[in-house]
Nanobody, 114 residues
Framework: VQLVESGVGLVQAGESLRLSCAASGDTEEIIEIGWYRQAPGNQRQLVARIGSGGSIDYADFVKGRFTISRDSASNTVYLQMKSLKPEDTAIYYC?????????WGRGTQVTVSS
């Protein structure tokens, strides 16, 4: 599986941004796909993910503000981010898990200015 993120953004607090992650390769093997983020000096943390059965998990710090969705026809996962805060500034990584491997995208920078 290969993952390519898009949606690099520099926005102001309160604005919105949508990230996209296009998956290719053995996409039928994907069990779970989602987004993580890593801010400078911090560990990478889960933002949101979708399981193959459609179950969705969100980190508490994005509930009510971010929405993850998946377009199976195009093998693309989206992260719609609203009411962005400066603390949302991070590199956002797309992630896909199969039964045998974990794949990461290269990451896309999101910067939220106050």
């Amino acid at each position: 599986v290969q993952l390519v993120e898009s949606g690099v953004g520099l926005v102001q607090a309160g604005e919105s941004l949508r990230l996209s992650c296009a998956a290719s390769g053995d996409t039928e093997e994907i069990i779970e796909i989602g987004w993580y983020r890593q801010a400078p000096g911090n560990q990478r943390q889960l933002v949101a993910r979708i399981g193959s059965g459609g179950s969705i998990d969100y980190a508490d710090f994005v509930k009510g503000r971010f929405t993850i969705s998946r377009d199976s026809a195009s093998n693309t996962v989206y992260l719609q981010m609203k009411s962005l805060k400066p603390e949302d500034t991070a590199i956002y990584y797309c992630n896909a898990d199969s039964s045998t491997e974990r794949t990461w995208g290269r990451g896309t920078q999101v910067t939220v200015s106050s």
